[in-house]
């Protein structure tokens, strides 16, 4: 064979597995939530089933953290979407989550569903790469801008407002930042103008991360710009 035919074939080979990983055709999901006092998880997740069943995704849906410790589930699966606020892991369920993304299952989340989960568990927060602090204000108009336009997960998405929790988060200095927001420093003078992740990617050994910090409440998934850029998301984390 000579080189151009060996480029075609290698050019035909990448361009069908960045398609698969666009895809979550017969891919195994499981969608975990646990019930809060502060959002309604149970609509985010009837949202999410649907629209993982146009994609013919397979679906898991578990309000049970046993879950995680369920090792031949785990490895079953390519995608965990995780919607719980708070509350805590067992050693075995914080194994037993880690160990499926560092074997390359991936996870993806929003609002404090994914970076408010196990305030005690920082082997998680490692992996989510982010945790919630603070929402100043409760509800606030703010902006979400985008730091890396040429990337695929948020390309033709255009920076867009909103009125919603704007989480202050901390973060591990080694996320892949994709859009961020600026603090009014109403509530809190020292912050204004700080620049914060709204949305971010980062890999934990094979497995790979996808976080976006909105979601208080259900109607911020009606915005365009927010539901687009979760999906890409839900696809792009997903096992190739
Ligand atoms: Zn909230």
Not at 138 to 157: A, C, H, R, S
Request: proline fraction near 4%; charged fraction near 20%; glycine fraction near 6%.
């Amino acid at each position: 064979m000579n080189n151009i035919v060996i480029k075609l074939f290698l050019f035909l080979f990448l361009f069908q597995n960045l398609i698969n990983a666009q895809s979550l055709e017969n891919k195994n999901v499981l969608v975990i939530y646990q019930l809060d006092p502060y959002h309604s998880p149970k609509l985010f997740v009837k949202r999410v089933v649907s629209w993982l069943e146009v994609q013919k995704a397979h679906v898991i849906v578990s309000n049970n953290l046993n879950s995680y410790s369920n090792k031949e589930l785990m490895d079953s699966i390519d995608l965990v979407i995780q919607t719980v606020t708070m509350g805590s892991l067992n050693s075995a369920q914080e194994k037993g989550l880690t160990n499926a993304i560092k074997s390359g299952t991936g996870i993806a989340g929003s609002h404090g569903g994914l970076a408010d989960s196990f305030r005690n568990n920082t082997l998680y927060q490692f992996m989510i790469g982010g945790q919630f602090v603070s929402h100043p204000g409760g509800n606030v108009n703010y902006t979400v801008e985008f730091t890396k336009p040429k990337n695929d997960l948020t390309k033709n998405i255009k920076n867009f407002n909103l009125n919603s929790e704007q989480y202050y988060m901390h973060v591990d200095p080694y996320i892949n930042i994709l859009a961020t927001t600026k603090f009014s420093g109403k509530e809190f003078p020292w912050i204004k103008d700080q620049e914060i992740p709204v949305c971010w990617t980062k890999n934990f050994g094979k497995g790979k991360v996808f976080y976006l910090s909105i979601g208080h409440s259900p109607d911020n998934f009606d915005i365009p710009e927010v539901w687009e850029l979760l999906t890409r998301g839900f696809k792009w984390a997903s096992k190739n």
